[in-house]
């Protein structure tokens, strides 16, 4: 994508028109992709969006932001801690954070753009407004100014996202209490960091700070860390977690936080039912995400939603109205930017008659920390749940000839198998770019392989993906190099 259309927030040409086969709401990463391959299916396709930049939470404060701050503080702890191991000296190194900010801001900047640049290339017309639906075929689009303009729309498509969750008791103040969307940009590293969640943006933005200077204590309601993740993995995170610095609460109930000048302070209940107060300069709220569907005018339409909100819809991503469809983090299932792109093709594929179709056992989850961490499939927990048999093969980094090489040897791979069919049921790795080498697992899950042919593929030397080759023969007790 293009960053030369970066700061164009003009509509196209086409806006003089008022009718569409398709009107996506929301420009994040399922309804930009949504809108863009329905204009390859042939159908005139509007896309609305309230923000002056296309690319939702992902591009604009989310996945994108993050990532580039994971990155730059990655190396800046590597120039200070680790090149002299590589037998390059460096000294003085020193964190420039405004530069580091900047960088993050231009990267933000090109690929939001390149959004732009894809809709003209597609001939979409951007819209800009909140959008609602007073009725059927009838999106309204109100303007920053209060005026209103209403679209025809044959098909409506709900792509509008989620939104961080609040707490009970805890006043965001869009300063010392926030959100990820602040933690993105503070101006100054945090003396101390109180985190209130260790969920995927806790444990990343925790992790940032914390590389560049930061106390962090990280209160977690839940009794572990990674409930929903691999057992072992959870475990080895933890440690590994603690011994970059991060602090963990398990069991807090976090009851109020209070902001006084530039000192912040933390009110919860412990595991034991004891009231704890801490203090810091900053908090970051992140308890999870809640789906934007209010002020859509669902209700009025009858469109149904469960108790959180989320757009109930059918295999095709058609709400309980025709002619409306949902897709991502409004409808339920795990709020994932690659999970809403791929509902996104599925649901204009569905509206044009082919077979659209998502395999949800086959989406991988990643936290992009250091290690990273990613799985799919099932767990052990979920197998045992649910009474399957199944093998267990793993490996660790420690014993790959290029994680050494890279300095990198923290973490595994371990891939969970039917007992009987030897199909793939889950795989989890912590270790260096797992966010990467669990491509290959999903594909293999897509696929219904076996750990087998996992075992039996040729892999690359030395290269990290030998690890999941390796877990793969430990299934059938026959690692080769451990």
């Not at 992140?286 to 469109?303: N, W």
């Not at 030998?466 to 026959?478: I, N, P, S, T």
Request: hydrophobic residues 40%; glycine residues 12%; charged residues 25%.
């Amino acid at each position: 994508m293009s960053g030369e259309s970066a700061n164009q927030t003009n509509n196209t040409a086409e806006d003089n028109a008022d009718s569409f086969d398709l009107v996506v709401i929301g420009s994040g990463p399922g309804g930009y992709v949504a809108a863009i391959r329905a204009a390859q299916l042939g159908m005139s396709v509007a896309c609305v969006e309230r923000d002056k930049t296309l690319g939702g939470t992902c591009l604009n404060v989310g996945c994108i932001p993050s990532k580039a701050l994971l990155e730059s503080s990655e190396r800046f702890v590597e120039a200070r801690d680790h090149l002299a191991d590589h037998g390059v000296k460096a000294s003085g190194v020193e964190l420039d954070l405004p530069t580091m900010l900047g960088r993050k801001e231009k990267i933000v900047s090109q690929l939001t753009g390149g959004i732009a640049g894809l809709f003209k290339k597609n001939k979409i017309t951007r819209i800009s407004g909140h959008g609602s639906i007073p009725e059927r075929g009838v999106v309204a689009v109100k303007d920053a100014d209060g005026g209103e303009r209403r679209l025809g729309a044959a098909k409506i498509l709900i792509a509008t996202g989620s939104t961080p969750a609040s707490l009970k008791g805890v006043e965001l103040d869009g300063d010392r209490i926030g959100t990820s969307t602040e933690a993105l940009s503070y101006e100054g590293v945090p003396e101390h960091l109180i985190v209130i969640g260790a969920g995927v943006i806790g444990l990343e933005l925790g992790s940032v700070w914390a590389r560049l200077g930061a106390k962090v204590t990280v209160l977690e309601f839940m009794p572990k860390l990674l409930p929903t993740m691999d057992e072992e993995v959870s475990r080895l995170a933890l440690r590994l977690f603690k011994r970059q610095g991060l602090s963990f609460t398990f069991g807090a109930r976090v009851q109020r936080a209070k902001a006084e000048g530039e000192t912040v302070t933390v009110t919860y209940q412990s595991a034991s039912g004891e009231e704890t107060t801490i203090a810091g300069d900053r908090v970051l709220v992140a308890v999870g995400r809640r789906p934007c569907t209010t002020g859509l005018g669902l209700g009025k339409l009858g469109v149904d939603t469960d108790r959180r909100g989320c757009v109930i819809v059918d295999e095709h991503y058609q709400s309980s109205v025709p002619g409306i469809w949902a897709i991502g983090d409004v409808i339920p299932g795990p709020m994932l930017a690659h999970k809403a792109s791929e509902e996104g093709l599925a649901a204009v594929e569905n509206m044009a008659g082919l077979p659209g179709h998502v395999c949800y056992d086959a989406i991988p989850n990643v936290i992009y920390t250091s290690p990273e961490i990613a799985s799919v499939g099932k767990t052990e927990a979920e197998l045992k749940g649910e009474g399957i048999p199944y093998r267990k093969g793993s490996f660790p980094f420690m014993a790959n000839g290029r994680a050494k090489a890279l300095g990198q040897t923290d973490g595994m791979v371990k891939i969970l198998a039917h007992a009987e069919t030897d199909r793939i049921l889950g795989v989890h790795c912590i270790g260096p770019r797992a966010g990467d080498l669990i491509a290959e697992a999903a594909i293999a899950v897509e696929f219904s392989a076996s750990a087998e042919d996992l075992a039996r593929s040729v892999h690359a030397h030395p290269t990290l993906a030998e690890v999941v080759k390796e877990a793969a023969l430990a299934v059938d007790g026959r690692v080769i190099h451990i």
